[in-house]
């Protein structure tokens, strides 16, 4: 099992749709969270980080669930330009030289005019 | 947010050749920075964290003496490919945060094609 997981997608969806995201890890230990977006051939771009008491950014709403180790991303009133591949991200934490991030695999969306 | 540039951004070598990347943070400092690598249609994958004045630490499979990283300063990191092959041809991304624990500012990565 990978330590984060995500639906590879793709997602499919008309403009102007709520489309969620969901993403699950398996380390207790992680200690922050953070969703990127990745354009195609280009470099992971910070979306928003993710807190327990849920943050919001415009359109975008990121969840952490602690307890059952779930982080979400709630996209509303999708544009065009939203299409691109959502990455979780999950810090595991440790000192200087010893901490990492892992990534999932990305999940991809699509939204048609 | 913090910039992190990368140079070159895309080369071209022949096989058997070395390439160097350059991974710098322009407006912070970074004691740690990543070195990933992305094949087409898949995720990034770690390959080695590059701690400022002690070795770098590589990921499982991934050859320390075929991947050369020196983290120079507080604000550098090179990664050299060594001996290149045309399956090292890949996007090669650095990352670097701000802190520990905090989000992660990528550079734009080398597209690196190997003939």
């Known amino acids: 099992r990978k330590e984060v997981e995500q639906d590879p997608g793709p997602f499919n969806v008309p403009e102007g749709a709520t489309v969620a995201f969901n993403c699950t890890y398996s380390?207790?230990?992680?200690?922050?969270f953070f969703w990127y977006r990745q354009d195609c051939r280009k470099e992971p771009k910070l979306l928003m980080s993710v807190y327990s008491s849920g943050n919001e950014d415009g359109r975008f709403t990121a969840q952490l669930n602690r307890a059952s180790q779930y982080i979400s991303l709630l996209i509303r009133d999708s544009k065009l330009s939203d299409s691109a591949t959502y990455l979780c991200v999950v810090n595991r934490g440790g000192t200087s030289g010893t901490y990492k991030y892992i990534f999932g695999t990305g999940t991809r969306l699509k939204v048609l005019a | 947010g913090a910039v992190v540039s990368q140079h070159p951004s895309w080369v071209i070598c022949k096989s058997g050749t070395s390439v160097k990347i350059e991974c710098r943070s322009l407006d912070f400092q970074a004691t740690t920075m990543f070195w990933y690598r992305q094949f087409p249609k898949q995720s990034l994958m770690l390959m080695a964290t590059?701690?400022?004045?002690?070795?770098?630490?590589?990921e499982q499979g991934v050859e320390k003496d075929k991947f050369l990283i020196n983290h120079a300063s507080l604000t550098l990191s090179t990664l050299t490919v060594t001996s290149a092959h045309p399956e090292d041809s890949s996007f090669y991304i650095c990352s670097a945060p701000p802190g520990l624990g905090y989000e992660q500012y990528f550079g734009p990565g080398t597209r690196l094609t190997v003939t």
């Open positions: 590059s701690n400022e004045g002690s070795k770098a630490t590589y």
């Open positions: 380390n207790s230990a992680s200690q922050s």
